[in-house]
Structure formats: structure tokens, C-alpha cells
């Protein structure tokens, strides 16, 4: 198991090497100087001269790029041209914005994803239950800046009950805290809330026919028993799994819904980076997120073989 | 008796043989894929939305009587029903059903197109990391990984950002973007295909490896990359519109749906019709995708089912 689980966090440097390497090159073939973006129309030819050579930017393509792998070896992720910042400080201080609506909504789309998922399996082909898989069939196929756009407008605009955007303060109550974060969670869990039920769903009705479930039943043991406690913990593993894809997709997620409703969090960063051609922190938050991505994969893997301990990964298939 | 008995059972046996046969014939055909997919109500449901916007597609010109490109500020902003506009009219003026019948072409094209390209590219990556293994695989699979880690849609504003926007680059860079996960899907198959007894039976005979990968594993992907491809093409039509929304993808005058849709973002205030059609035509056409290949998927691999 450690042999396993040691080779699996050396597989994630390469992944992550490679996605330095992608970064870097993409972010080099923007077009466009960031040295002239920064100094603005007015700069003259020698100032953007001045400028590129204090980013660093004159040397040749090859050695930025070695400067950039050694720098972040050191754990130093560079310096933002747009922020003047160092590009952790910006990250450490836009995580929790994100986190806060992110982990928000995926603690409700698993609550609700797989008590819904449940229900549907228990009752399977009774109307509520098609009226769940019809919703989460919506849920999965709804464009969620496109959902923004319509709670904004109905509970904004047209109902006046909750804020369109921005974040909200403590200062004034708790009230404008959580007001401020209903509609972008609404947003970000619709999709793996309906993920969540369509898999539980699946993965329950497999479990509850299984043999082993009909012999639990024969030998007298409740039914919240069975269901709970054995068809639940066997219906696991498929669970897992999505909830690992849809934390990385829940960043992803918040990329687009942070743009809809203006939430200061990393996706907002990401894109104003990218529009300012911001080398430093375009690799910085890339980096971040890709990081997260395969320490998410890794946990999801690890926990698999706890709950399933069918699946080795010594001789089996590589991941 | 014996006599008489004789012929009945001959008879008997030869109407047997061919009611068995008649049985088998109508078992055969009523298990052929597309039965077996008639038989599937939401999958028809799917197939119905996906043909009807096709045929939105291709024949928008015929199916209103505006232009979609004439601007005209004398009838901007009219909600829908006023002045014979169905959906109303945009800021400028333009019928919205039309703009979004022919936005329907752009983004049903960009949608295949993208997903084209990752197939095509994702395939013959999948079939050479799988096929030939070891350090082949590991390089392109770290490859893909790597991509994979990057978020879609960064990757894709990225490279809409290099590219410039337009269809095409639209196309090139949701194509790349899903390339990592056709790979790997058609990798896993022909991880299990090429040790199945027909592969090796063919090893032996000596068959080549172009012939071995082309003929006797790529065949034998295409049921689960049916199912993928039009899952995949759900998800391309909302990255197109995503980027467009964006305002890195498709921009104004072209009309899909993305770019009605980031149009229409803008006049929420007053007219919120707009962006509500649009994403409603979104929405309705992922849905029918989705139904489709959940559809093709419960048909062509009951194991896979969900």
C-alpha cells in the first residue's frame, strides 16, 4: 500500500512539469508585450526596453524558462506584473473567497445529490423519481453562466430578494455574508448535485439487487440497516470517484461563476491575468489549480483502495 | 398410426425449423442496435431534439422570412410576439428566431467540429499509448495528464486568447482541449481489446501492426466512441457558448448561440428575452445529446449502463 501510494505521488511530478511547460509556452504565445501592457499606450520604446528588462523578459525564451523551472523549485512562484505582489500572496489571498462559495456548494450538492440519488434508487420508477432524474438530466445539461444570468434575474431583478453581486461583509451581519453567496452556489452545485444523483442512483439500484443485499434482508436485519449501512457503503466507490472529478470541476465552475457575479476569487484573478498577459501569475494560479487537480486525484485513489479493497494498484493497470 | 404419424412429425419438425428460424430472424432484428434503441423512449426523445436542430441548422434560411444579419434600431429591443417577431428583436433590431435558427448552424458546427478534431487527434493517441505500451504510453499519458490537470476552460480561454476568436480557432481549441479524454477512453479499450483471442489469433498469422491497430482494434472502440462523442458534443456546445460568453469565442455579428447569448447579457435590464432564448435553446439541445448518448450507451454496452 505505501509502495502504491508512493508511486503514485512520483507520477504526479511529471503531470506537473508538464503542465508548467504548457503554461509557460502558451502564456509566451499570447500575443502581445506585457512590458507595454503594464507601462501603458503612453510608454516610450526605451521605458518598455527598461521594463522588459527588469521582468526578466530580454533573455531569450530558453533561459526564461529555465529561470522559471528553478524559481519555482524553490517554491518562489515569481512576482505579478499587474499586482506588483508576489503571486502566493495573491493566491493565499483569493483562496478562501473561492473555497468559501466552492467547498459551500459542494457540501450541498452531495447532501442533496446523494440523498436524491438515494431516494430515486429506493423508489425507482415511482413518479418522484422521474421528476429527480428529469431534473438531474437539466441539472447536467444546463449552462450554469447561463443559470447565473436567470437567478439573477428573478431573484435579483425581478423578486429584489437577493444581491446580483459582489461579496458582502461581516460589518453588516451575517445576513449579507450568506445573501451575497446563495446565488453563486445555487449556480456552482447544480452540476454536481445532479451528477451526484444520477450516479448514486445508478450505483444504488446495482448494489440493492445484489444477492448479498437479498441475504442481509432473509436473515431479519432492518431495512434502515441494509440500506444504510450495507447498500450505501458498497454503492461508495462510483461516489468517490465523481466527487473527485467534480471538486476539480467545482474550480473549474467557479471560473465562469465568479465572472457572472463578480466574486473576488481566483477565477476573476485568472481572467483579468490572462487579459493583461500576466506571465507570472497566469503560471502561478494555472500551477495552483493543476496541483489541485492531481492532490485531489491522489486522495480519491488512496481513499478508493481504503473502501474497495479489491483494487490494487501493484500489478493492475496503470492509472 | 405409425404411418400417419410419420409425415406429421416430419411436417412438424421441418414448421418447427422454420418458425425457430422465423423466431430467431425477428429475435435478430428486434436486438439490432437501432431497435433496441427505438425501444428507448428518452433516447428517441434525444434523437428528436438532435434531428430537429439539425434541420434548424441546415435550413434556417427557409424557416423565417427576416434577414438575420440587417440591422434595423427602429424595431430594437421588441419583446417577443410584438410586430410579428416570435422571440422578439435584439438590440439592434434583428429578429431573434432568426438569429438564433442561424445560430444554431455556428454552433452545432463549432460543436461537431471541436469534437471531431479531439476525436480524431484523442484516437490515434489512445491507439498508439495503448497498442504499443511501455515508454510510448507513459510519455503520451503523462502528456494527456497534464492536460487533463489544466482546466478546461483556462486551457481553452488561453488558447482563444493566442488564437484570436472566429470559428475556426473556436473549433482548434475545444478540439484540443477534450483530446486528453478521448485518448484516454480509447486507450482503456485497447488495453482490453488487443489481448482478446481474435488479436492474438491475428498476431500469430503475422498481421502487421498498421493492419493489427486499424482493422482489428479500431473497430472495436467505436462503440464506446460513439457514446463518448456525443456526450462530448453537449459539452462543446457549452464551451462554445462559455467562451463566447466569455467574449473570447464567437462575437457579434456572427450569430450562435453564445455570442446571442453574451449579447443578451448586457440588455438583462430591459429586455432579459434575449439571453433567456438562447440559453434556452442551449439547454434544450445539450439536454437532447445528453438523452442521445445515454441512449446509444444502455444499447451498445449494457455494462456500461448507468
Redesign the interface.
Known sequence: MLKTVLKRILQCIPTLFIVMTFTFILTRMIPGNPAATILGPQASAADIAAMEVKLGLDLPKWQQYINYIVDVLQLDFGTSYMYNQPVLDLIAERIPNTLQISLVALVVALILGVGAGMFSALHQYSVLDYVLMILALVGVSIPIFWLGLMLVNVFSVELGWLPPLGRGSLENGLWDVVSHMILPCACLCTIPMATFARITRSSMLEVIHNDSIKALRARGISETSVIWKHALKNALPPIVTVLGLQIASCFTGAILTETIFSWPGMGTMIVNAITNRDYMLIQGVVLFFALVFVLVNLLVDMIYMLINPRVSYEGGDKK | MMENKEPVTAGGDALGMQYSEELLKRERKANSAWNKLRRNKTAMVGLFIVSLMIFIAVFAPLLTPFDHAKINPAEAFMAPGEGGHIFGTDHVGRDLLTRVFYGARVSLIVAFGGTVVAGCLGVILGLVAGFFGGVVDSVIM??M???????????A???M??L?DGIFNVILAIGIGNVPSFARVVRGEV?IIKNEEYCNAARVIGVSNVRMLFTHILPNTISPLIVYATLGI?GAI?SE??LS??GLGISEPTASWGSI?QT??NW??GS?HI??LS?AF??VT??GF??LGDGIRDVLDPKM??
Open positions: 503523462r502528456i495528464d497534464g492536460m487533463l490537470a489544466f482546466p478546461f476552460i483556462l486551457l480561454i488561453i488558447l486568447t493566442v484570436g488495453h453537449a457549452i457558448a462559455a460568453f466569455l447569448l443578451g447579457k438583462m435590464d432579459p439571453a433567456t440559453g442551449i439547454l445539450v439536454l445528453n438523452l449502463k448507468k
